[in-house]
Structure formats: C-alpha cells, structure tokens
C-alpha cells in the first residue's frame, strides 16, 4: 500500500495547535504520526527516500485503510518548498494564526522554560522570572535590531502563506484564528472536520492541552530546563525513549518552574505592532475580516 498523507497542519505555532490534535485523536477517521510533531523535515535533512520509509515506519505504523491521513507540524510552516517536495502538492493544508503580538509573547514565556539560545541564558544572567516585562523588552529591542528577525519570526503570516502559495492554490488551504477556537471549538472542529471531507462527529472540543506551564525561576533553573528540553527535543529515534525524555522534564518542572501572568509593557507592545501590522492586514485581506478589537 502506497502511504501518503492527505492533510498537513503547517502552521503556526503558539496558536493552540496542540488543543487541536489531541480533540481530532478522539475522531478514529483520522490517523496522526504517534507524536504530535515528528518534526521530520528538520530532524531527517528532507527526504531522501530510505528517510521517508523510516518515517513512516517510526510515526504511522497503525494501519491506513480507510483513513485521513494527517500531521500536526506548526514548525512547517518555514518549509513550503520541502513540504511540497516531499509530501506532493495534493495536500490540504491548515494554518491557525493568533494575534502576532500576544503569540510572540507567549512563544518567549516558552523559550524560557528550556528552548531558545544563548540570548536567553544571557538574559538570565541578569533577570529572574519576577523581571519578565524587562527581560522580554530587552528581548524585544535586540531581536527587531537584528539583520535576521524576519528569517525566524513564525509570526509573519503574510511571508509564510505566500511562500505556500507559491506550491498549492489557496482551495486546498483552512485558515483558522486561535480566538475562533477558544470562543467555539465545537464550530472550529467541525469546519475542519468538514474541510477533510468528513462528516462531523460529536468530539469532546473542551480539551486544552499546552497550558502556560510557566518560566524558569532563574539562571540554575533555566539550565537544567534547557538541557532537558534539548535531550527531548533532538531525540528522533525510539519513541518510548521519547516518552521517558518528555517525563523526564515534566519530573523537573514542579521544581524549576514558577507561574508569571505578569503582561509585556505597553512600550514592547507598541513595538510588536507596528512591526506586525503589515502581517496583521494581510490576514485581514485573506480573510476578507476586520480584525479590530481582537488583533489590534
């Protein structure tokens, strides 16, 4: 039997993706690789076909009959030309987009629960978790002067989208808004359910998963979490081994983590837009959709 996949999630991240996988797992229709994000195209270089046999092998050993065949990938969504490459251009494709500022916010509190590079060691070298607004400012200021923010910045929808544009016509293509999804999950599934060519099922739609599990507490807390976090996430191999890395971490956070609802400053904020407003009208366009009072 020839495998392939018939839709792909392929953005973007912080936009309540991983809600959304574990609410389609109940639709047994529907089968997903055995980890919400192989993050195959990153982890294996692309495709070269002794890869692909490997990855379906290790993420969708269940059987295919009869199935919609699909991924939960939001890093994707800087690889249009492998996707296509790798997984065809008869794909359907899902994007979910939130308000860019509070996203960009929101993946940072991520970063500094283990993710993210030096620049991140470097501000808890000075700040603890009780200077968030600060260190996110600092963050802010830094990472807008950069020469590179545009290549690594997930939340420039209009640059991403258009790059998929580029391989599939926007007929194979949802667009979901995370603030959709919260104020009507029942809807947001059942569109998407229908987008597949499904007839809706009666889905538990009241599962979140990716809660703010929170930051780490200083710089010691910080490393630890950041070495966890890289062991589980370089892994590609065995997936109970996986599994052991994953709770591993979850082991550690009680201790090295502590709970920050504390909001950016209004000065990072007005940053933020200005610099999203381009992809703010963008979505707006798409959409053919005022976004104000919910983006902006």
Known sequence: MIKKLDFLLVGFEKSGTTSVDAILRQDRRIL????????????????????????????????????????????????????????????????????????????????????????IDRLYRKYTADELPQMYDVYIRRWLNSAQNDADDDFLYDKWIDDYLRYYDKEQMMFILFEDFIAD?????????EFLGLTPRNLNCEIRENKDKGISKNFTCRMI??????????????????????????????????????????KTEKRLRNHYKTTISYVEQLLERDLKGMWY
């Open 32 to 119: 997903l690789s055995n980890v919400k994000e192989t993050k195959f195209i990153k982890n294996k270089g692309g495709g070269q076909n002794g890869n692909l046999n490997k990855f379906w092998d290790t993420y969708y050993p269940k059987t295919w009959k009869n199935k919609c065949a699909g991924g939960m990938e939001p890093s994707y969504c800087f690889e249009a030309k492998q996707v296509a490459d790798i997984f065809g251009r008869e794909l359907k494709l899902i994007f979910m987009m939130r308000n860019p500022v509070l996203a960009n916010y929101s993946k940072f509190k991520m970063m500094l629960r283990g993710q993210g590079d030096s620049e």
């Open 185 to 193: 999950p029942q809807k947001t599934i059942r569109n998407i359910e």
């Open 225 to 266: 979490n950041k070495t966890t976090s890289t062991l589980y996430n370089r892994w590609n191999g065995d997936v109970r081994i996986k599994s052991l890395l994953g709770r591993l971490r979850e082991t550690c956070y009680p201790y090295t983590l502590v709970q920050s609802k504390a909001k950016m400053d209004d």
